[in-house]
């Protein structure tokens, strides 16, 4: 069914969006929440279980200690207050891939409660309120065979993997956002990513969005301004950054049309489809209270020490948003340029790269440029080319140096990726560094000047512009290893 749709600057003009964000985390620790079983991504199919994440009659579940311990710094980072006492509950519900028939999960109380988190959002900062962070257990994984959708519906049979099932899962519940206005969709995209940079920054996780270790929940709502909040949808598991913009985009575009036409937009779950950027109707949210959920029995209550609070607050890692205010004054680089290189997701390779020698206006050079284009070239992240910071370091070096120009530092970057090894050694192997010695490099502009007198002569004429041919037939016969402004500095020594 093709939904009616109201162009997004008109629906904005007309309603008031609030928007909501349940992000779900997996956490890094070794081993499962309530077992000992490892956590490993991508291993054969249930070959990490034991009687206790497979739900079996009789296994009792223990609390990891980490787990508690990531999701307390988690809870910090976000300005949040940590209960001093609170426990797990038993939310019941079926599905296959949840054999106990019940998750164990936090319900009135949560670990961490009311914090915030800052968010530029287009020059301005956009407080976003935290009202949970609590604990819960991963459930396992349907995969539905034969259908041409991967969904349910179509599909021949269902097969379950439960090495998911278990797995901490820290679940960060926004308050509603306001006011945002037209910036909401943005708004949401970049509170997310604020949010990977920081549980990145706190090493609680791997924040892999393709891999569903960080996945999201969007809540539209719209009104007329200054009516009551309008009933919210709520788009799951959105796991790309650009999905949440989309899907808060699009929901928006779909409601409008609903209440345009008198209509009564529906409290329901939607799926976000990632390639037409579309959401349809899941299934109508189901209210708290269905799910009967009542304190775990099996275990004691969580109370952490104030002091072991404390020294968990002390070791937490500078802010990413401090970081890069820091770094913006030390690299003297402007917003719009810090932008860039978070973007491209080089913001930790420049680092690594100043940290290893280079000048910032040369880790920015290499990596934004050159180095961007190759990765996108191979369709792989910036951080997966096989260079490091330090190679990188040493090329910017060789060229402050005079010892390569760009074009032979790009053929340096080639042989690195290549796996031809270090710089030095490949500068060594295939003879790259620039000619330096004056007598070869004077020698190839008198052979360029005897070789080309009609451009000599225009040059002797003052049409200094014409070196540049003259520079060329240099670059030409030392194949790229001559070092241009100082060619251009004989020729116009010889001919002016
Ligand atoms: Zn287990």
């Given at each position: ?32 929440m ?22 079996l009659?009789?296994?009792l579940?223990v ?13 910090l980072?976000?300005n ?22 019940f ?24 407080r ?28 021949e ?12 899962l ?27 940079d ?36 709520e ?42 950027g ?64 978070v973007?491209a997701g ?9 940290a ?21 070239d ?18 910017a ?24 090894g ?24 008198d052979?360029?000047i ?13 049409k ?33």
């Amino acid at each position: 069914m093709t939904e009616t749709l109201i162009p997004f600057a008109e629906a904005i003009e007309r309603y008031e969006p609030v928007i909501g964000l349940e992000t779900h985390v997996e956490l890094g620790t070794r081993t499962k929440m309530f077992c000992g079983c490892v956590t490993t991504f991508g291993a054969e199919p249930n070959s990490q279980t034991c009687p206790v994440c497979l739900g079996l009659p009789g296994s009792l579940p223990v609390v990891n200690r980490t787990a508690i311990e990531y999701t307390i710094r988690i809870g910090l980072a976000l300005n949040c207050t940590i209960a001093e006492w609170c426990r797990f509950a038993r939310k019941n519900y079926f599905y296959p891939d949840m054999p106990k028939n019940f998750q164990i999960s936090q319900y009135d109380e949560p670990l961490c409660t009311d914090g915030y988190l800052d968010v530029e959002v287009n020059g301005k900062t956009v407080r976003v309120g935290i009202e949970r962070v609590h604990l819960e257990e991963d459930t396992g994984k349907s995969l539905h065979v034969g259908g041409a959708t991967g969904r349910i519906h179509g599909a021949e049979y269902s097969l379950v993997d439960y090495n998911r099932a278990g797995i901490p899962l820290v679940e960060i519940v926004t308050r509603p956002v306001t006011g945002t206005g037209e910036d909401a969709p943005v708004a949401a995209r970049l509170y997310v990513t604020e949010l990977r940079d920081l549980l990145r920054s706190l090493g609680v996780s791997d924040v892999r969005m393709e891999e569903g270790s960080l996945r999201c929940d969007v809540n539209t709502s719209l009104a007329p301004p200054g009516a009551p909040w309008g009933t919210r949808t709520e788009t799951k598991n959105v796991n790309s950054l650009r999905s949440v913009e989309r899907a808060v985009e699009f929901e928006i575009e779909r409601q409008a049309a609903v209440l345009d036409a008198g209509g009564r937009v529906i409290q329901e779950t939607r799926h976000l489809h990632e390639d037409t950027g579309t959401t349809t109707s899941g299934r109508s949210k189901e209210e708290a209270q269905d799910y009967r959920y009542f304190p775990e029995p099996d275990l004691v209550p969580v109370a952490p020490p104030r002091d072991w609070v404390e020294q968990i607050r002390a070791a937490l890692p500078e802010a990413p948003a401090k970081v890069r205010a820091r770094l913006r004054t030390e690299w003297n680089v402007s917003a719009l340029e810090m932008d860039a290189i978070v973007n491209a997701g080089a913001l930790d390779l420049v680092l690594q790269t100043v940290a290893a020698g280079a000048s910032p206006a040369d880790a920015r050079k290499w990596w934004l440029g050159e180095l961007s284009r190759r990765a996108h070239d191979l369709g792989i992240e910036l951080t997966a080319l096989p260079i490091t910071p330090a190679q990188v370091a040493r090329i910017a070096e060789l060229v402050a140096a005079g010892t390569l120009n760009d074009r032979l530092a790009r053929d340096v970057i080639d042989a690195v990726l290549a796996g031809e090894g270090d710089p030095d050694a490949i500068v060594e192997a295939r003879g790259l560094a620039v000619v330096s010695d004056e007598g070869a490099l004077t020698a190839a502009v008198d052979e360029a000047i005897a070789a080309n007198p009609e451009v000599a002569a225009k040059i002797r004429d003052g049409k200094i512009a014409a070196a540049g041919v003259l520079v060329g037939a240099v670059m030409k016969a030392t194949r790229g290893k001559a070092d241009a402004a100082r060619v251009r500095e004989l020729i116009l020594e010889r001919l002016t």
